[in-house]
């Protein structure tokens, strides 16, 4: 099996950064897709950012220009770099991961607090 874990959530100021990543363990074959996502108080979860195992990357169009995913395929980790960051942005951030052998997981979600 494997096993999807956050890190890096926490609070910060407008305006300020953060850097979360996401690391996959276990018996991992390969990964397709690894992606974030977040949802916020009463809100549906929504796309982030996702990027594939080519290096192609999707945005959100609430984080274009101020959010940048990146990943390590040798440590099976994605990060999230997230700048200029708005009240907005406040949520439950959630890695999810494709694998190949054994399909989409999520982590437990990582909390992101902006304040104004």
């Known amino acids: 099996q494997v096993q999807v874990a956050e890190s890096g959530g926490g609070l910060v100021q407008t305006g300020g950064s953060l850097r979360l990543s996401c690391a996959a363990s276990?018996?991992?074959?390969?990964?397709?897709?690894m992606g974030w996502y977040r949802q916020a108080p009463g809100k549906q979860r929504e796309l982030v950012a996702i990027?594939?195992?080519?290096?192609?990357?999707t945005y959100g169009d609430s984080v274009k220009g101020r959010f940048t995913i990146s990943s390590d395929s040798a440590k099976n980790t994605v990060y999230l770099q997230m700048n200029s960051l708005e009240p907005d942005d406040t949520a439950v951030y959630y890695c999810?991961?494709?694998?190949?052998?054994?399909?989409?997981?999520w982590g437990p979600g990582t909390q992101v607090t902006v304040s104004s």
């Open positions: 276990g018996t991992i074959r390969s990964i397709s897709v």
């Open positions: 999810n991961i494709v694998f190949t052998l054994f399909g989409s997981r």
């Open positions: 990027i594939t195992s080519g290096g192609v990357s």
